[in-house]
C-alpha cells in the first residue's frame, strides 16, 4: 500500500464492565478502499463500527481520519455514516424524508436537496417510490433506502453492519454484487462488518479477521486462504486439514482443495492412505472425510501429526463411496505453516 | 387460551357484567325520566339536559372542572414525558425507577391530605391553582407509566442513525423521539384529562371555597337527594369519559400495529 491510510485505527481498546470487547486494535485503511471486518459475534466487530461511527467511546486508544483526531469529534458531526444492521428507517417518514434528512440538517438548499435525494434513489434503484411509507416497502427494499440516506450526505467513510444479515439468502448474494458495484461507483470508502465469510470474501479488497477483540489478521481474501496466519483464521476461512508434524512444534494447515484422492504420490509429495467415510455433495464440488489410516507401515501420519480425519475437496460429484479404500495425496508446496 | 363456556359460564357472565353496569344503566336511564322521580317512568324526555344549561352552580363548576382539567393535561404529559424518558436514559437505580409510580398507586385520601398539608404549612392559597397542581402531580405519574411502556418499544437506534445523520441532541428529541412517543403521550394525556374531570377526593381536600369543580359541586347537590338534572349532567360527564379513554386505547392499539410492522 502506497497510499497513506485514510483511516488509521491505533491500540483502541474497549471494555463493558468485565467484558473486554476490543483489546488494542490496529488497523489501517485506504482511500476507496471495500474493507470489512470479519469475526464469529462477540468478536467486538461491531463495538468497533460503533466507535468510527461516534456512537461508542473508546477506553484507549487513538483513530484518524485523513489526519483529523476522530473521537475528538462529536458523532454528529463525522464526516462518517452508518448503515445501520436494522436499517434504522424512520417509520414516520416516508422514502423520500429518510433519505433527505442528513442534507436538511446540513441545511441545504431545496432544489440541491431534491435533486441529491432522487440521484440517490436512482443510485440504489428505487426510483419513483420516494413517496412510499417506509412501512409499506420489502426487506431488500429497506435495505436500499437505508443506504442510500447513509450515501447521500456523500461520506468520507460509509460504515455498514451485517448490510445482508436482514435478508434472505437469494437476494443477499444480489446484493453482494450490487454494494460492490455501488462502492466502485460512487467512490467511497466501506467499511462491512459481517460474520459470514463468504461475504467478506466475495466483497472485500482486504479483510481483518476479529476474534475476542484482537485483530487475528488482516489480508486480502486470496491471501487469508492461501496463506492464513493462524488456525482460528485457517479453520474460520473456508474449511482446513490441521496437521502437527513431530518435527517442530508448528503447526501446517493443508486445504482441502490442495489434496487429491485416489492418486499415485509424485517426487516428494505426501501421501497417506484411509478409508472414506462420508460424501457431502455441494453441487460445484464434494467433500469427502477420510478417516486418516494411523497404523500404515511407513508411519507417514504419525510423521506428518495427521488428524484422524481428513477432509479432500473434489470437483463436482465424485464417484468416490463411504467405505472405500482411498490415497490422500498433496505437495510439501500446499502446506502452510501457521500460529496455534 | 378462548374456549367455549357452558350455560352456566354464560349466566356468570351476564351476572357480573350485570353487577358492573347497572348501576350506569340505571343512571343514564333516569336521566332521560319525564318524571324525575327514580320510582315512576313518567315517558322518555330529554328535558334534563335542557335545564342543565340554566343551573349556575354547574356551569360555574364545570367551567372550573375544564381549567383544571385542561392546565392538568398539559403539565401532567410535558412533565411525565420529560420525566419517562429522563428516566428510560439515565436512572439505574431501581428504586428511582420504581417510585415515580406512587401517587397513581398510592391511596387518593393520603395524597389528599398529604397535599392540604403541605399547602398550609407553606401558607399556599387554596382554590383551582393548588388543584391543578395537586391533579398535575396524580396524573404524571400515569403519563410517566404509559410513555415508559411506549418508550421500551421504540427502537434506539432510530435515534442513533438520526445522530449519524448529523442532527444535534435536541434535534432528534424533537424530530424522531416525540413522534416515536405521539400515540403513547396523546393516549397519556386523555388518561390525564379523564382522571382530573371526575377526580373528586383530591379537590375536596385541595380546593379553596369559592371555586368547587364539577364533582365537587355533584356532590353538595346530592347531599339533598338526587335531582334528575343531575343523573342528566353525570350521563354527559359518562360520555366524555368514555369517547376518551376509547380515543387513548386507539391510539394505544395504533402503537402495536406500527409496532409490528
Redesign the interface.
Known sequence: MTDAPLLQIAGVSRSFGDVTALDGVSIDVVENEFFALLGPSGCGKTTLLRIL???EDPDAGTVTLAGDDLIAMP???RP???M?Q?F?L???LNVEKNVA??LQ??KRPKDEIRERVAEALQTVGLNGLGRRRV?ELSGGQRQRVALA?AMV?RPRLLLLDEPLGALDKQIRSQMQIELKRLQNEVGITFIVVTHDQEEAMSMADRIAVLRDGHVEQIASPEDLFDRPATRFVAEFIGRTNIFEPRANGRLLSVRPERMLLDKEASSGGRLLTGTVRDVQFFGGVSHATIDVDHDADDGAATDLGSPATIVVATIGSTRIRPGHQTTITWHPESEVEIER | MRGPVGAWGRVHLALTYAFLYLPILVLVGLSFNRSGLATTWGGFSTKWYGELRHNADIREGLRNTLIVAVGTTVLATILGTLLAVGIQRHVRNPVIEAVFVAPAVMPDIVLAVGLLLLYTLVDFTLGLTSVLLSHTLFCMAFVTAVVRTRLQHVDSSLEEAARDLGDTAVGVFVRITLPGLAPGIVAAALLSFTLSLDEFVIAFFTNGPTTPTLPQVIYSNVRFGVKPDINALASVLLLVSTVAVLTAQRFARFTDTIERQ
Do not use: D, M, Q, W
Open positions: 461511527a461516534g456512537l458523532v454528529h458531526r462518517i455514516n452508518l445501520f436494522s434504522a424512520f417509520p414516520h434528512y442528513g440538517r446540513e412501512t440516506r450526505k
